[in-house]
């Protein structure tokens, strides 16, 4: 941690609070420049917040240097994640698409669909039993009768599941039924939500929030390893900007700086992260290109009779033309 | 809503979507200009989404010409809601201020605390007992515990409670022991616990999220109030921009905005809205210049040891200080 | 346009309001609806703004459905623009990566670095002389001798030059020496900047400001556009958002809605985009994959000692690298 | 400056970067901790930047710990400065009214509001003669001639000018006809125009870019006090955010942060960052209770009618009974 001191600080205060620094069992280096004086604290200093020293009165600002998360960065843990779901590996390599439906509205829709893409190479089957909606009076799923029709679509096409928790209510439902259990972004830091999913040690999908910075993602990941998953699949879905021209701004640079500081595994949503299905196409791409692990798309057999996200949403064979291009762009970047 | 069509669509096409609307029961204007071509929907359209319509080839857009809140809104509303919780009001000409610490530490610090803020003219007391830490490393409050440290502090004072819950595990204790139940930033849009708490039919103390428009604040406030509660406290405590020289950038636009589109009292919170303890008097009193109903502020007996926050918490004394100034500048706004 | 009416307005108010624009020689529609009330206005409305109805007592919101370009547009003008600077073109089928360094500072190293750049299949040769910075006291370029430099340089590879212009008493040697004018993203809504360079009838590349709409965009192109060039290349160049892992954050869901709004052709920067050399692959590739026409990279022969922008230019090794993929990734997107 | 370095550097590797920095005159301090390894510059920075060293395969990060702006900045300047205009002073202290229409239209126009804003107790007139608009199409301004009304208007009033500058082609009309000289937000880091303005030694009203950081700013406020002008007014006028029930987010929270930065006088102007009429009482009111030296306020004598901001210009009643309020709030902020 560095503690820049203000320009004008007698020197006896700043040997008060060096000694307070050691005090708390930290070595304290004093840095002494032409226009600058720090003070570099060693020594643990995971507990140890730099807002105590923002107080003070002959300090201008205090700061770590070093990124605050341990389990889910990669310098202590170089090597890639492969989470396992089913028959389905994502990381260190793997590849894998993740497609379905917004919300699961019938047995016809989600075994439709299901076939479908498996068909054209999705490895995961996502579909929607409870929906976060803004509005009190939008649809919002089926709720555990959608898992019910879920199971019966992997049943018939081996694809593992993949569905949104919104409630701690229903954490036993989805640690039986569901292969990898979503947190949506409007829960990123629903951190109740978090240590409770981390508990059930299964592969669990970790969507960043609106308004989350990647380090503010990572953390969020943290505290699932630390509760106990250790597969975590992390997935840009679009940032909240000034821009409406999209639903959201899809920040395929995130693909890879979190590549580069963390060992999870990372995917992007080009269905929310546009909001548009014929953007759906080049954004996918593009994720691709990025070094992406993977996608989740959204994938309707009637979108224009959906009831939700039909706007974002492609059709079975819109996604299988997609398929054989994803796969040609991934074969484009190989070294 | 308004549906604009595409200018190269073909009278068949049109006549077509006219038809499919009309079976829904809806009444359809044709609107014709010279270079816009429209359809206009009358009737109950509460529960047709544009989304419905953006699907078509020959749809360039569709969209609510009315704010899809009712309930919050002041439309079918139009009297300013009073808050009331134990002695104190908040909302139609009633000011009130909340403060105290971020998190109950012990209970010397909250009684001294409650004691200093009820003498300063302060009308409720605020603590966390269940704290939302970006890190699972932080200190996460007192929890239940805490929640008997502001009993205790409430009996001295008279004060009643403001906390904030962040899980569903907690809503008995919170029904209990607390008389305002605050909804924070991050859950602003955890919609299960938007409805569980709107059950409690208690007032609530809900938080603008970091990157929420102000109509989702109002879609938030309305889970609520459907749930059940109609004493609903919006709470405006600065949104995540590119700025970096505050914590976050206060919108002190959105308590006129906010007190416009609905009946609901609208409060600011200058010590997260600014993160830093020097920035809550001006930030506080220019809210209360803007209109606000009410302040929440962090208050520490001894900010430079705080456990969290304690770089924008105010001490007693400049807490004094500053409810003078307040009630000086609620004055000099008074028509 | 589409004026909506307050719930509460009178009859005769709303007559009032009709009979005033019809004045204007428009017709207006009323639209009657369940819990609306619009009126459509139709004509020409080219010339009238939504504005001069918002300040009406009756009036609650006012707003055009389409949008406020002509020349740039797509809708008068289908077919792609093929823009072209010397023996370079770009649009329509046509690729070109323009690459070179931030700014010209020797004529050894622009030399060096465009004889690289032409060996590994770069159309333009970009180079700053003239450069737009935030601290006075910055490196600002060579200025004309800069310009002197590129022109060597041409001679010798045969590469057009890109070049940025900052002001108006330069427009007579950019008018000479440079094939592609640059606006940057501080100077795109300069209009005044804007009017001059569209009447040297020269090849445009217009940044993307870095707080701009698409839409505003495109209006800064109908400046160029109406001003006598109809050879503008649209560029993505970042945008500021709250995240500050990257320098920007690219949006790269601009160049599909761009191609779709726009005749124009799309270019995207990664090396601003992102601000790490390191990002520079992974987000050219992805805007290639996302549709673009062209990219523009800086390439730096000695990137640690580059006086401007150094950690974000890549070698020549590393851009030959690049282009070799970038080629692999435009074969696996096409149709 | 801090350099971090990256954990897995060799000694070797380290020593080699120590040497290349000593190399240019600089003291280098090798701070060692538990988790961190940085190196600490002294010396004459000013001219070396973290860009440099952000390269090195051994580098983490390097950043300043100052501010970057030495002549905007109150830390060798710590008096207040008052800015003088004609009969106005604004800044230590004094408190001044900027008000007018957004564009002059006629002599009637701006002589009827100049009386009557300053009957209310403007200090100042502003009229904008070019108006920067993001759409070639829209109304342009009077140009030169606005000027000649402007200076009737002072003729009959006494009232100093404010006016918009847009090109460099207008300098010597402005620094004959203008009081203080506008740059918009549009302008802020058009540096060849602050460059020729700073250099007429004129008071500047310089307004903060919708993308601005306050950084950003105090370093384009550099540029004119070190182009020749001492004499700059800073500007609040909102910023680009995700919402839109507003046309900025007027961040108030800049005046005070600004204000313990740097010397120079703060003014907000309420009309653009909020766009709607019946926000600018309150948030003007906010923007006084925050501790702003001034206001700039668009004031029309028949907005409904105006050629440009119409919805969010006040009329001369409006604006005579808010002077009032704002008086009252002075006073109360008063110690």
């Not at 620094?21 to 304290?28: A, P, W």
């Not at 894998?96 to 509205?105: D, H, L, N, T, W």
């Not at 947190?183 to 629903?190: H, P, V």
């Not at 910075?213 to 390893?225: G, P, V």
């Amino acid at each position: 941690m560095i503690i820049v001191i203000k320009p004008d600080a007698s020197e006896e205060a700043i040997e008060q609070l060096k000694n307070s620094i050691q005090d708390q069992g930290l070595i304290v280096q004093d840095i002494k420049g032409g226009n600058a004086r720090m003070l570099g604290l060693a020594g643990d200093v995971s507990n140890v917040s730099p807002d105590t020293f923002s107080r003070s009165d002959i300090v201008e600002s205090a700061f770590k240097v070093r990124e605050p998360y341990k389990l889910a960065g990669r310098r202590f843990h170089p090597e890639d994640t492969v989470v396992s779901a089913g028959t389905a590996k994502i990381g260190g390599g793997h590849f894998a698409v993740i497609a379905g439906p917004c919300s699961v509205e019938s047995e016809d829709q989600i075994l439709s669909v299901a076939k479908d893409i498996a068909k054209s190479g999705a490895k995961l089957l996502r579909g929607g039993a409870f929906k976060p909606r803004s509005s009190p009076y939008s649809f919002h799923g089926l709720g555990l009768e959608g898992l019910e029709l879920l199971k019966a679509a992997k049943q018939k096409t081996g694809l593992p599941i993949v569905s949104e928790i919104l409630s701690q209510n229903h954490l036993d439902a989805f640690a039986e039924d569901v292969d990898v259990i979503q947190i949506g972004a409007r829960n990123m830091q629903n951190f109740s939500l978090l240590v409770e999913v981390g508990k059930l040690k299964k592969p669990v999908l970790l969507k960043r929030g609106l308004s989350s910075t990647l380090e503010e993602l990572l953390m969020s990941a943290e505290y699932l390893i630390k509760g106990g998953t250790d597969q975590v699949i992390l997935c840009e879905r679009g940032i909240r900007t000034f821009e409406t021209a999209t639903r959201n701004t899809l920040d395929l640079s995130a693909i890879p700086v979190l590549k580069q500081k963390s060992h999870l595994p990372v995917i992007a949503d080009p269905s929310h992260g546009t909001g548009h299905w014929h953007l759906v196409e080049p954004l996918a791409l593009a994720a691709v290109a990025a070094g992406a692990d993977g996608l989740i798309i959204e994938v309707h057999n009637m979108p224009h009779k959906a009831l939700c996200d039909g706007q974002q949403s492609i059709t079975p064979e819109v996604f299988h033309h997609l398929m054989k291009k994803v796969n040609r762009v991934r074969e484009a970047i190989k070294e």
